[in-house]
């Protein structure tokens, strides 16, 4: 199968264009926190694949890794 990255690897100097995201906060009936992340200009059909979710303890602060 032929497939190539969607954000292919920085080929040099300048910055890569990061794509803008869009989060959904949800809380579940037990209290769990979940995260969902997807592109800010999909569509609700894209919406459907182009997704990624995590549980809260799942994220760190970006400062705290550095």
Do not use: C, F, I, N
């Given at each position: 199968m032929g497939s190539e990255p969607v954000h292919p690897p920085d080929s040099g100097g300048e910055h890569p264009v990061r794509p803008?995201?869009?989060?959904?906060?949800?809380?579940?009936?037990?209290?769990?926190e979940e995260c969902t992340i997807y592109p800010?200009?999909?569509?609700?059909?894209?919406?459907?694949?182009q997704w990624l979710s995590a549980f809260e303890g799942s994220f760190v602060d970006l400062d705290s890794m550095e």
């Open positions: 803008r995201l869009a989060s959904r906060l949800t809380t579940h009936p037990d209290g769990r800010a200009d999909a569509t609700p059909e894209a919406q459907l694949t």
